[in-house]
């Protein structure tokens, strides 16, 4: 074959990144035999692609009134690094010498920053949003059959956008809503069911809880089966079709939407005439790409989190819905209410997998904050008690002497020239009932 073990990989094996890092990697390949080349290429692809079909049934002037069902395909791609196809635009990492790859094995690193307003990977019914990394190492080299064996290889990673809850300080907010419902029509109409509901704030990371609380009245004659609590996405796809192929103009542009439920959880029923009080239950948000899909005019994502208070018999559910935002960077005073919030532009670090809440888990990075007893750019460490700083002699604690000062007598005990202890050219001074040097021993009291 003369290219063998061609192997690709990203210098952090998890291969998610957030916008804004550094993609570092390394390709390998083992050369057989001498073959002309033209180099070995790389480049870096970030793509949204639509696509989705509508038919419709026209009648036109020139078919003489005659109804037609024309099927229209409607498509959109957006490219975030520049690049039209997958090889128009190759970066070269290496050029053979004279156009010919020796036998060898070859080692090449590869880098790209990743621009800060690319939308997080997302893959939907009706369109995707893909990153990876294209190789292509070119050969003169065929097979039996007369067929190239330029070698193409593809590596995909995951990106993870930028989205602050910071910026949105008012979605730290909690939330309440209220909505009512009566059975049955005219005189056999039931009293209401009534469910005030509220979440503990609209903003969430991957991996953190919504909290649900409040109160639903059954005052009807109704039995309540189950309460359920969903989080639902929502995807907008847009695209165009062919104006040649687009019988009418205002047609020329289509919508299509998608919805899922990509968490869920039950509650117990309620019994008729009977009260149901809700303190915290939580809601989990999953993994999940953030509200909007900023940078991608193609896909736009939205969540909302329905509870639907479903009746025992075939009768429609009470429901209520709360808008949510989903992003990357959590409101910093709901993870650390001592710290102060810093500017929201994330200074890239290493991957993370998006989900932890806390992000401490959003996977940002912000400068430390100075403890009171550390020492600021420009100003020396401050010491602590007990303890001496540049420029400044140790200072002595009680009972410790520091240099340049004599001891210091601890509680109970005596310095310099104090009675039973001695200091230099002092002799040592006698304790009562004790005898020093050129001193008869004197007598304790109630002795002779």
Same mark, same amino acid.
């Given at each position: 074959? +003369? ?5 690709? &990989? ?25 073959? /002309? ?61 004279? +156009? ?18 690319? %939308? ?17 190492? =070119?050969?003169?080299? $065929? ?9 193409? @290889? ?21 939330? /309440? ?35 649900? =609380? ?19 996405? $929502? *995807?907008?796809?847009?695209? @165009? ?78 429901? *209520? ?32 997998? %998006? ?7 959003? &996977? ?25 700083? %540049? ?7 009680? &009972? ?24 230099? &050219? ?23």
């Amino acid at each position: 074959m +003369g290219i063998e073990n061609l192997m690709m &990989g990203f210098d952090d094996p998890s291969g998610v990144f957030y916008a804004g890092q550094i993609v570092t990697g390394s390709i390998q390949f083992v050369v057989t035999k001498p073959c /002309q080349s033209d180099g070995v290429f790389i480049v870096f692809i970030g793509r949204a692609k639509t696509e989705f079909t509508k038919s419709r049934s026209v009648k036109e002037k020139w078919t003489g009134g005659i109804r037609e069902t024309v099927t229209l395909t409607y498509s959109r791609f957006q490219d975030f690094f520049g690049n039209q196809d997958l090889f128009d635009r190759k970066n070269c990492v290496y050029n053979p010498p004279g +156009g010919i790859l020796v036998p060898n094995a070859f080692s090449f690193n590869f880098a790209l920053q990743l621009p800060m307003h690319i %939308p997080s990977s997302f893959i939907g019914s009706f369109g995707a949003i893909h990153y990876h990394v294209g190789l292509h190492l =070119s050969t003169n080299l $065929h097979n039996r059959k007369g067929r190239g064996l330029s070698k193409y @290889c593809i590596l995909p990673f995951s990106v993870v956008g930028i989205k602050d809850l910071n910026l949105m300080p008012q979605l730290l907010s909690s939330v /309440q809503l209220n909505n009512h419902k009566t059975f049955g029509v005219l005189l056999w109409k039931s009293k209401p069911l009534t469910a005030t509901l509220k979440i503990n704030k609209q903003a969430f990371v991957s991996g953190e809880n919504i909290l649900v =609380s409040g109160i639903i009245n059954n005052e009807s004659n109704v039995t309540i089966k189950e309460c359920e609590l969903k989080l639902i996405m $929502h *995807v907008e796809y847009s695209a @165009c079709a062919d104006v040649c192929e687009c019988p009418r103009p205002f047609e020329w542009e289509e919508k299509r939407n998608e919805s899922k439920t990509v968490y869920k959880c039950s509650l117990p029923g309620i019994e008729k005439a009977s009260v149901a009080n809700w303190s915290n239950v939580p809601v989990f948000v999953p993994c999940l790409p953030p509200s909007g899909l900023d940078g991608c005019y193609s896909i736009s994502t939205s969540y909302t989190l329905l509870i639907r208070i479903v009746p025992l018999e075939v009768r429609s559910a009470l429901e *209520v819905n709360f808008p949510i935002t989903v992003g990357t960077i959590p409101i910093l005073s709901a993870v650390a209410p001592s710290c102060a919030v810093y500017p929201s532009n994330p200074i890239p670090g290493p991957a993370h997998q %998006p989900g932890g809440a806390g992000y401490g888990q959003g &996977g940002a990075s912000y400068p430390p904050q100075p403890m009171p007893v550390q020492s600021g750019p420009g100003h020396p460490p401050q010491p602590l008690p007990g303890q001496s700083g %540049p420029g400044h002699p140790p200072q002595p604690l009680p &009972g410790q002497s520091g240099p340049g000062h004599p001891p210091q007598p601890l509680p109970g005990q005596s310095g310099p020239g104090m009675p039973g202890q001695s200091s230099p &050219g002092h002799p040592p001074q006698p304790m009562p009932g004790q005898s020093g040097p050129g001193h008869p021993p004197q007598p304790m009291p109630g002795q002779s």
